[in-house]
Nanobody, 115 residues
Framework: QVQLVESGGGLVQAGGSLRLSCAAS????????MGWYRQAPGKERELVAY???????NYANSVKGRFTISRDNAKKTVYLQMNSLKPEDTANYYC?????????WGQGTQVTVSS
């Protein structure tokens, strides 16, 4: 059974930092891209960042220079280091892990940034 276990969300003041983790288990195929999405109340889910199996990264313009995505292939884990957080970063953050056949979603972890 495939599981994506996310952790690291919470409440932080503006300007603070959080580090999200997402550990995948039960995936038998090779993992390609791993990414983070977020969804704020009343808004559509949006891509925050992704990282390919080769280590190439891509970020939403709104988080460039503040967030860093990384992965540990041996642990099948993807991380999102979030610095200089802003109230507009408040959302439920979801990890996504892709294989050649399909992608999988985590259950989400809430990030709340107070002003």
């Amino acid at each position: 059974q495939v599981q994506l276990v996310e952790s690291g969300g919470g409440l932080v003041q503006a300007g603070g930092s959080l580090r999200l983790s997402c550990a995948a288990s039960g995936i038998k195929l090779s993992i390609n891209a791993m990414g983070w999405y977020r969804q704020a109340p009343g808004k559509e889910r949006e891509l925050v960042a992704y990282i390919t199996s080769g280590g190439s990264t891509n970020y939403a313009n709104s988080v460039k220079g503040r967030f860093t995505i990384s992965r540990d292939n041996a642990k099948k884990t993807v991380y999102l280091q979030m610095n200089s957080l802003k109230p507009e970063d408040t959302a439920n953050y979801y990890c996504n892990v892709g294989t050649t056949l399909r992608s999988y979603w985590g259950q989400g972890t809430q990030v709340t940034v107070s002003s």
